[in-house]
């Protein structure tokens, strides 16, 4: 082995490794088969140049080219049929057909010298010389170039997918430099001591190499990275061993072939055992490092949205991080419709592809069921097996966030609603228990009004009773003693409907909590010059009920139905029904807006701007419910309002 055998070695060495590589995956794309086939193809070549540059023997060195050209001759039609399953163009089988009938053809006459003639012997080496029938393989092989060379160009121009842009990039370029480079050999096998280019094949296909693992052209990166440390440990090897050997040679001229070999390969193993580690940090460093940290920042994304608590507020940040981490052109977050989806690469036909997105996850969130959705690599690299692994546990991942945030939110809505609600009932009772405290106060001042009312009364009954008739001072003590008692009636009412404690429920005439309402608000009606009418047409008017809270329900309506109606009537009728008493209140006056009437048994709803707590009608509807009845309302703005309330008759 001289300086003349590295090139075709390195070639050699390359082509038989993407072989390999091409072989694992032929069984699933036949794109591989051919390209293992056309990389054996031009690992057997350089073999043979690699050959011609070390045996002695021309005879030898003959055989040998013959039998590289005998699976040489199938390069015709491999070329072509290669370019056309890399395009998926179906529209030259008819040539196609016809260079692999010229190639059977062609086959046998390899081993003439009609085809090859000899071997010439050059600076270099041996080479074999070109006969009549291998200027007709030039020609064949030179069309399938060309019309290969023809589509790829034709198909670089109207592919809009980057990646296929880029795979045909690749293969016009590494391809078409190693054809061209393997044409320079003509020079040699017509007689020119020109050493030939054709033995730097390893150029393009290294750069062929190099993008089948980045770009992932062919999916071939993980067959490219479990074999490449033993591709570069067997490379390593083998420099040593012949390097060494050829050093020993000329250092070592006595010492026997067998001993320089023995030397030669025991330096090989220590350099490669040495290099063992150092090849795999480089490998790391160079293919893996940029995927593994890639893998890294997903994985980390994917824990920090199980903390986050706001959908809007993960989406951002996935959409936002995964464009920055995958270098991806577009990332989008929707919502999924009812139908299913195919997750994984999407077809190039599904309208999604044609809006920019190549990979597709299904978000299996039960509340928010989503899809992740992915563009291009700006890179243009393909998705690894390891990526979409682990943006499938992302997704996942995002499903649970999603359930999370929704559930959060619902919980934080109830929370804050429980809080007001709880605020409301607290300051209910705070206004519940001051009007309490009101009415204990009320009723003791009524309380204390009844002694010096009785007391006057009585001495002007006293005076009354022991004057003449004729004393004119007699009228005016009667009409003092009707007005001190129309003092103690009210008074009397008073008191009886501050007593709310008391809810001991007795059979009660329902006239009789309506007259008290009426005498409590009597200065009340003729202080408004409201005109009052009364029709009592219940004739058996009894209900179960505790008359002071009855009172207190008539008292609150026709407290709303005087402030309404200031210069109007009120009208307030009963009637008997089927085992029930019911009363009407009706007044003329300003009515009430409709979308009031679904609030008006709210707590402290009022329309009395300033006036009201807003708890008369609430009262009123819990003293109605306690006492099994009902209440209904209508009223039109302008026209007046009418309470109807029912009670449970009960027999006197």
Not at 249 to 269: E, K, M, Q, R, W
Not at 481 to 500: K, P, W
Request: aromatic fraction near 10%; charge should be neutral; hydrophobic fraction near 45%.
């Amino acid at each position: 082995m001289n300086f003349y055998s590295i090139p075709p070695f390195l070639s050699a060495s390359i082509l038989f490794a993407l072989f390999l590589t091409g072989i694992t995956k032929a069984k699933e794309d036949r794109r591989s088969l051919l390209f293992s086939f056309l990389c054996l193809l031009g690992c057997l070549l350089n073999v043979d140049k690699l050959l011609l540059t070390i045996v002695k023997d021309a005879h030898l060195a003959l055989r040998i080219s013959r039998t590289d050209h005998l699976f040489l001759v199938f390069v015709i039609p491999l070329y072509l049929h290669f370019t056309m399953a890399v395009l998926g163009y179906k529209g030259l089988r008819l040539v196609l057909r016809t260079f692999y009938l010229l190639t059977f053809v062609l086959l046998p006459f390899t081993q003439k010298d009609l085809y090859l003639e000899g071997v010439s012997t050059l600076s270099f080496g041996f080479f074999a010389q070109a006969g009549p029938l291998f200027n007709l393989f030039l020609c064949l092989s030179g069309l399938s170039i060309g019309l290969s060379f023809a589509l790829l160009v034709r198909g670089l121009s109207s592919e809009r997918v980057s990646v296929e842009r880029l795979r045909i990039k690749y293969v016009l370029l590494s391809f078409g430099l190693a054809a061209i480079l393997n044409h320079f050999d003509v020079l040699a096998m017509k007689g020119y001591d020109f050493y030939p280019l054709g033995n730097f094949v390893f150029v393009p296909m290294s750069l062929m190499a190099y993008a089948l693992y980045r770009y992932d052209l062919m999916d071939w990166a993980v067959f490219l990275n479990k074999g490449l440390n033993f591709i570069l440990l067997f490379f390593v090897a083998t420099s040593v061993f012949f390097a060494s050997y050829t050093v020993l040679n000329h250092i070592l001229p006595n010492v026997g072939p067998d001993i320089t070999a023995f030397l030669s390969f025991f330096t090989s193993f220590v350099s490669s055992y040495s290099a063992f580690f150092w090849v795999q940090r480089f490998v790391f460093h160079f293919l893996e490092k940029e995927t593994e940290e890639r893998i890294r920042k997903i994985r980390d994304l994917s824990l920090q949205v199980l903390r986050l608590r706001d959908v809007e507020q993960i989406k951002r940040m996935v959409e936002q991080r995964l464009k920055e981490i995958l270098n991806v052109e577009t990332c989008e977050l929707r919502r999924r419709g009812s139908e299913g989806v195919m997750e994984g690469l999407l077809h190039p036909k599904d309208p999604l592809f044609s809006s920019g997105f190549r990979l597709l996850f299904s978000i299996p969130s039960e509340r928010l069921p989503s899809v992740l959705l992915l563009g291009e690599k700006r890179e243009m690299r393909v998705f690894r097996g390891e990526e979409i692994s682990v943006l499938s546990l992302l997704s996942n991942h995002l499903a649970l966030s999603f359930d999370n945030a929704l559930n959060f939110r619902e919980l934080k809505d109830l929370t804050a609603s429980l809080e007001r609600i709880v605020e409301e009932r607290t300051n209910e009772l705070v206004r519940s228990e001051s009007l309490a405290g009101l009415g204990r106060l009320a009723a003791g001042v009524a309380h204390e009004l009844n002694n010096p009312i009785a007391a006057v009364m009585s001495t002007l009954e006293y005076l009354r009773d022991h004057m003449d008739e004729a004393d004119p001072l007699r009228d005016d003590l009667s009409c003092s003693l009707n007005e001190l008692g129309r003092a103690r009636d009210m008074v009397r009412s008073l008191l009886d409907t501050a007593r709310q404690g008391e809810d001991v429920k007795e059979p009660t005439d329902i006239h009789r909590p309506i007259e008290h309402a009426l005498r409590v608000l009597g200065a009340e009606l003729k202080r408004k010059k409201v005109r009052l009418e009364k029709d009592f047409g219940a004739k058996a008017p009894y209900v179960l009920g505790n008359p002071s809270r009855l009172a207190q329900v008539f008292i609150n309506i026709l407290k709303n139905a005087i402030d309404a109606t200031e210069g109007g009537t009120i009208r307030v009728e009963t009637a008997d029904l089927s085992a029930a008493v019911k009363v009407r209140i009706t007044d003329t006056g300003e009515g009430m807006e409709e979308s009031h009437l679904r609030e008006i048994f709210r707590p402290f709803f009022t329309t009395k701007k300033g006036k009201g707590l807003g708890l008369g009608l609430f009262v009123v509807r819990q003293i109605v419910d306690e006492h099994g009845g009902t209440i209904e309302v209508k009223s039109k703005k302008g026209e007046g309002t009418e309470f109807s309330l029912t009670f449970p008759a009960h027999p006197r």
